[in-house]
T-cell receptor, first 116, second 115 residues
Framework: GAGVSQSPSNKVTEKGKDVELRCDPI?????LYWYRQSLGQGLEFLIY????????KSGLPSDRFSAERTGGSVSTLTIQRTQQEDSAVYLC??????????????FGPGTRLTVL | DAKTTQPNSMESNEEEPVHLPCNHS???????IHWYRQLPSQGPEYVIH???SNVNNRMASLAIAEDRKSSTLILHRATLRDAAVYYC????????????????FGKGTHLIIQP
């Protein structure tokens, strides 16, 4: 079946512009996760959704970052007034449900964001 | 969260077994041990997980020490496609519904496979 998909695969933007990154989880997966991976850095967890609800937004790097999920499916990660330090690969993952440590997470290919 | 320690890199030859170690001396009794790997230019992929007993699946085996303070991911016959960064991650079931449900990736072990 189809895996997690993300769009766009690559995004180049100018400093100060807003960007929107999209994630389509695996059908039937109620939990959705956003991570980012900066050059030379490890994978950093940002936020997760159980259904349409995000219980904890403290992992978002700043108030320029926001995320939403509608219909328990597609999610968008929005970065306002982008800065050069936002350049990274943004990864989305989904799993059957959250809060169950046995469940594996399935990752998408990522969106490579470059802020000039 | 309990922390894991892995070697920065390891090298092995193709078609030979590979044993990737992970130390987690502060693991709690309820932490699950998960392994993910990230191939070049791809998102991470799940490999295997376990709690107390050794586990096998089509990709690998997971050997867990009796005191659970360490574990070893075993690739029985490495191929060039197994060259990746391997991450050992602990997941705590007590953090239901909290931000800790996200995976905490360390630096992992960069596995190099020689043909």
């Amino acid at each position: 079946g189809a895996g997690v998909s993300q769009s766009p695969s690559n995004k180049v933007t100018e400093k100060g512009k807003d960007v929107e990154l999209r994630c389509d989880p695996i059908s039937g997966h109620t939990a959705l996760y956003w991570y980012r991976q900066s050059l030379g850095q490890g994978l950093e967890f940002l936020i997760y959704f159980q259904g349409n609800s995000a219980p904890d937004k403290s992992g978002l790097p700043s108030d320029r970052f926001s995320a939403e999920r509608t219909g328990g499916s597609v999610s968008t990660l929005t970065i306002q007034r982008t800065q050069q330090e936002d350049s990274a690969v943004y990864l989305c993952a989904s799993s059957l449900t959250a809060g169950t440590p046995r469940n594996e997470q399935f990752f998408g290919p990522g969106t490579r964001l470059t802020v000039l | 969260d309990a922390k894991t320690t892995q070697p920065n890199s390891m090298e092995s030859n193709e078609e030979e077994p590979v044993h990737l170690p992970c130390n987690h001396s502060t693991i709690s009794g309820t932490d699950y041990i998960h392994w993910y790997r990230q191939l070049p230019s791809q998102g991470p992929e799940y490999v295997i997980h376990g709690l107390t007993s050794n586990v096998n699946n089509r990709m690998a085996s997971l050997a867990i020490a009796e005191d659970r303070k360490s574990s070893t991911l075993i690739l029985h016959r490495a191929t060039l496609r197994d060259a990746a960064v391997y991450y050992c991650i602990l997941r705590d079931p007590r953090y239901r519904g909290g931000g800790a449900d996200g995976l905490t990736f360390g630096k992992g072990t960069h596995l190099i496979i020689q043909p």
